[in-house]
């Protein structure tokens, strides 16, 4: 291809290979079809397609929550996802939420109508808005947008680099469909590289936070989504040992901390005690968290003590609880803390505080009767090979496993952060696409939202292992509605046989039972290539403490 046969989109796709991208998400459209051509012709950068655009998106979220677990602390994975313009773009808006509650870096990619047409001239284009940016800048990190073939690898490094400065998030770039087809005017780009900044702390601030938790005599940490995020687990070990100070993990933060280390008081954040665990700290390290609605136990919690809380987000910083606050990430805050911080010599009684903390916890549990989903759960986990990572939809069974989950060897990602339906398939074909067997875990509601990447999965060749948890509704709104109002309304769902459905795409299939659950997801783990086992159950949630205090 000589210079004078190259376009726009050409430069987009040579730019995105410089940065590092090496798979792109991509569903074709009219206004993009001269980026879709570029993808053609390089050959070189996998492109995997959907079948709708809000799927791709969660698809494109999940490769990138893969790629972090997988290499925590390394260079950060900015995930491309290209969609066209008009519906196309505004499909990925419900997932780009996801992704910005959960600092993931999602690089979107959007075509646009002709230059002429942008600024809301009204000139009757095919998906013509009159300004589709304004839909995008609230819910993304950053928007950027091209007018001239010369602005794409400068635009695409900047939108790369906003995506992987902590905390990390999707961003947003709009390129006009006359800009991707017409002439690159540029010579073949090479050279482009982002470098996202180090968020590093004030070292006053450190100091003070240094101080306190040196003077503290119950220290706490709280380790939340952007611990996990930042690669902290060393420095977070590192520590809590030097501190002698137990750790408790958020939902989003599980994975950052070792599950069976003597100072883990695990994830059950719904759960009183816990709730007052924390409370009752002299000095509690909050460390990227924004202490959240359900990080607080539905704002129940009250701190006693003091309240130190780093948090690469401006916003939240002090948002929900007075503090001393540091704006930083969480891995610099930590190395410079280790290097202030004395070790305290063990003498028992924090480890003896968080295993009193986990038995009344257990106390609590075995008091409700919930001895079939306690065993589902370490069924699922139980079945799962070393390395496999896990995607949960908006479930009963996710519910469980945002507390009861152990994720070492098998990670978690769930559509927490923004809590909205349908992530699990299409978050794990993206894991999937990043080298990993995944599995994905829906409830019957929550999989008819992308029943269709099943045929993705087949075109693609993912392994990825789907169970399909089918009561009949959607059951945690039937629960809540239920428990509010004493009926429910509008949770009672037809649906198909998810067998035969699956069986239909060429899908390997069964149907499963709360005794057998755990033999036949090992088996169809130990089968390449996508697969779904299906299991009718109507699950409980475990009583919520926030309600009655106990």
Same mark, same amino acid.
């Given at each position: ?6 376009i726009?989109?050409d ?19 009219? =206004? ?15 492109? %995997? ?13 999940? =490769?990138? @929550? ?29 997932s ?5 509650a959960?600092?993931? &870096? ?16 009204? =000139?009757?284009y095919l ?5 589709q ?27 790369? *680099?906003?995506?992987? *400065? ?8 709009? %390129? ?7 002439? $690159?005017?540029?010579?073949?780009? +090479? ?11 004030? &070292?006053?601030?450190? *100091? ?12 706490v ?34 994975g ?33 968290? /924004? ?9 129940? #919690?009250?701190p006693?003590g ?19 606050? %540091? ?21 028992? @009684? ?10 009344? !916890?257990?106390? @609590?549990?075995d ?9 589902? !759960?370490?069924? %699922?986990?139980?079945?799962? &090979?070393?390395?496999?990572? +896990? #995607? ?20 978690? =990602?769930? $559509?927490? /952060? ?28 929550g999989?008819?939202?992308? !029943? ?54 060429? !899908? ?9 659950v755990? $033999? ?5 783990? @130990? ?16 009583? &919520? *403490? ?5």
């Amino acid at each position: 291809m000589t210079d004078t046969d190259r376009i726009g989109g050409d430069v987009v796709v040579e730019t995105l290979r410089a940065l590092g991208a090496d798979t792109v998400f991509g569903l074709p459209g009219q =206004h993009a079809l001269g980026l879709f051509e570029a993808l053609r012709r390089a050959g070189d950068l996998r492109v %995997i397609s959907g079948r709708v655009e809000n799927n791709l998106a969660f698809a494109a979220d999940g =490769h990138a @929550r893969a790629r972090l677990a997988a290499n925590p602390g390394g260079p950060v994975p900015v995930t491309p996802l290209v969609v066209s313009t008009g519906p196309g773009a505004l499909l990925t808006l419900a997932s780009l939420q996801e992704s910005r509650a959960a600092s993931v &870096p999602v690089l979107g990619i959007s075509s646009q109508v002709p230059v002429a047409g942008l600024g809301g001239g009204r =000139h009757g284009y095919l998906h013509e808005l009159p300004d589709q940016q304004a839909s995008f800048r609230d819910v993304v990190k950053s928007v950027h947008v091209v007018r001239r073939a010369s602005q794409i690898p400068t635009a695409l490094r900047e939108a790369w *680099t906003s995506a992987a *400065t902590a905390p990390y998030g999707p961003v947003w770039v709009e %390129i006009p469909q006359d800009v991707l087809l017409g002439p $690159a005017g540029v010579p073949p780009i +090479t050279s482009v590289a982002a470098a996202p900044p180090v968020l590093e702390p004030l &070292p006053e601030l450190v *100091t003070a936070a240094a101080d306190l938790l040196a003077a503290a005599s119950n220290p706490v940490i709280l380790a939340g989504g952007g611990a996990l995020r930042s690669g902290a687990q060393a420095e977070l070990t590192a520590l809590a040992e030097a501190l002698r100070a137990p750790v408790i993990s958020t939902f989003g933060g599980k994975g950052v901390f070792g599950w069976d280390h003597e100072l883990s008081g695990r994830s059950w954040l719904e759960d009183w005690h816990t709730t007052e665990f924390l409370a009752a700290a002299d000095v509690l390290l909050v460390l990227g968290s /924004g202490l959240g609605e359900l990080s607080s136990n539905y704002r129940e #919690f009250a701190p006693r003590g003091r309240v130190i809380q780093v948090e690469a987000d401006l916003g939240k910083l002090e948002s929900n609880y007075p503090g001393l606050g %540091i704006h930083a990430d969480v891995a610099s805050t930590l190395q410079a803390l280790l290097e202030w911080v004395p070790m305290r010599p063990s003498d028992g @009684r924090a480890e003896a505080a968080v295993a009193s903390l986990l038995s009344r !916890v257990e106390s @609590r549990l075995d008091s409700q009767d919930l001895a079939v989903e306690r065993k589902l !759960v370490d069924d %699922i986990r139980a079945a799962l &090979p070393d390395g496999t990572q +896990t #995607f949960w939809d908006m479930t009963i069974a996710a519910y469980w496993a945002w507390s009861a989950w152990n994720p070492e060897g098998a990670p978690i =990602h769930t $559509a927490q /952060g923004a809590g909205g339906l349908g992530y699990g398939l299409p978050g794990a074909l993206g894991g999937a696409a990043a080298g990993s067997p995944t599995l994905a875990v829906s409830g019957d509601g929550g999989a008819m939202y992308g !029943v269709a990447e099943l045929a993705t999965a087949v075109q693609h060749g993912l392994d990825v292992t789907w169970l399909v948890v089918d009561d009949g509704g959607y059951g945690v709104l039937r629960e809540y509605l239920t428990d509010a109002f004493g009926h429910t309304t509008a949770t009672e769902l037809a649906r198909p046989d998810f067998v035969a459905l699956a069986s239909s795409f060429g !899908v390997p299939a069964r149907l499963s039972s709360l005794d057998t659950v755990g $033999a036949d997801l090992a088996e169809a783990l @130990r089968t390449p290539g996508p697969s779904v086992v299906v299991l009718p159950a109507l699950l409980k949630l475990f009583a &919520p *403490t926030h309600l009655e205090k106990a």
